[in-house]
């Protein structure tokens, strides 16, 4: 419900939609859908009510519940989203947990829930790379194993810190067609400068590959974030920036 995402993280929806469930907290009648791109048949397979009963957290007392970022692994087996919540009429401060499923909603379960996930990626069917909280070491990137016919619990009890002291910082990370290479990025530092950064997880190579300038007066909702994404052979990396006073989109090739 991309009505529900703009009212709730503004510049991530579409505004000027009306949503039905506005001043619901939880609707038991919407969430995530799945649809036949054949025939157009679709049904609810999840939904908020569902989530926000699953190991309920004090700090859902009087908070509004929304989903973010649905990504399918790499098989078709599994998909991921985030679950968020916030005071009603507050963006923010909001806490994140991760769930992952099976593609019919079934197999619910939830990886990460120690309040703060953000950026994640499939490494492959069973692992899932994401800046995340975990109340023992703090806030980095961790690669965390699904639940699966191998590993029942999975999820924080089954995960391995990715780029200690390298990658130090939240950003849009995913790995290369070959899975390899992680291509993140930052978000601005004190000088307004956002780095993109290629890393290698087997010796731990970093590669800054360029800072792009992100003007002060871009900011909030219509910032322009890096967001960078692989072509589909890996050779080249696509991102988006207002370094030269335009929003663009510039490739860069890497097959180097």
Request: aromatic share 12%; glycine share 10%; with cysteine.
């Amino acid at each position: 419900n991309f009505a529900r995402i703009a009212d709730t993280r503004p510049g991530y929806g579409y505004v000027g939609l009306e949503d039905p469930g506005r001043d619901d907290p939880h609707p038991d009648g919407d969430g995530i859908f799945r649809m036949d791109l054949e025939t157009g048949e679709h049904g609810l397979i999840i939904s908020y009510a569902q989530v926000a009963r699953f190991r309920r957290d004090p700090s859902m007392a009087g908070a509004k519940h929304w989903f973010n970022h649905v990504q399918v692994n790499t098989d078709g087996s599994r998909f991921a989203f985030l679950h968020r919540w916030a005071p009603f009429g507050q963006a923010r401060p909001w806490k994140t947990r991760l769930f992952t499923a099976n593609p019919d909603g079934s197999g619910l379960y939830c990886v990460a829930d120690d309040g703060m996930v953000s950026h994640y990626d499939w490494r492959d069917p069973t692992h899932i790379l994401a800046w995340a909280r975990q109340e023992d070491v703090g806030d980095r990137f961790f690669l965390f194993t699904d639940r699966s016919k191998t590993s029942p619990t999975g999820g924080s009890d089954q995960r391995d810190t990715v780029g200690e002291g390298v990658l130090t910082t939240d950003g849009h990370c995913s790995y290369s067609p070959e899975r390899r290479w992680v291509l993140t990025d930052t978000y601005p530092d004190e000088e307004r400068m956002r780095t993109l950064i290629l890393y290698r997880p087997e010796d731990n190579r970093r590669v800054d590959v360029g800072r792009y300038f992100a003007p002060p007066e871009l900011d909030g909702e219509i910032r322009c974030d890096l967001h960078p994404r692989w072509s589909r052979d890996g050779q080249a990396v696509c991102f988006d920036s207002v370094h030269e006073g335009t929003r663009q989109m510039y490739v860069i090739d890497v097959s180097d």
